[in-house]
């Protein structure tokens, strides 16, 4: 396996990992400085002529306001190519499936995802 980890600073636990398997050709990158997160991993699979941008993301509930304008920094540059994001984003007030929310930082993430042409495919909580 091919690893990808971004380790939690200043704090015990936490942090992302991201695994690929090693008969698939990959390589982390890193973005631009105002959207390099504190807990994200960004990496393109090659396949044949095509690259796929795969990042890691973790959005903590009570994330400042200058990290998560970096989330949303990162999620703008990475959509410009083909990609997959995956992640806990911690916005629990979005209704994927009316795509509407009542929350302002829920709002403005959903807008992003909107504007970026993203699809949500996890409709519901995948846990209690």
Request: proline letters at 1%; one cysteine or more.
């Amino acid at each position: 396996m091919t690893m990808f980890r971004k380790d939690r600073l200043g704090r015990r636990g936490g942090g992302v990992i991201l695994y690929i398997k090693e008969s698939i050709q990959a390589y982390e990158i890193k973005l631009e400085k105002e959207a390099e997160c504190d807990e994200a991993v960004w990496c393109n699979i090659v396949t044949g002529n095509s690259t796929l941008t795969v990042g890691l993301v973790y959005r903590s509930p009570n994330i400042s306001t200058e990290e998560n304008e970096k989330i949303h920094n990162a999620i703008k540059e990475v959509s410009k190519r083909d990609c997959i994001i995956m992640g806990d984003f911690n916005h629990g007030h979005i209704q994927w499936t009316s795509l509407q929310s009542t929350g302002r930082e829920d709002q403005e993430f959903l807008n992003l995802v909107q504007d970026s042409f993203l699809s949500q495919h996890v409709l519901e909580a995948t846990r209690g």
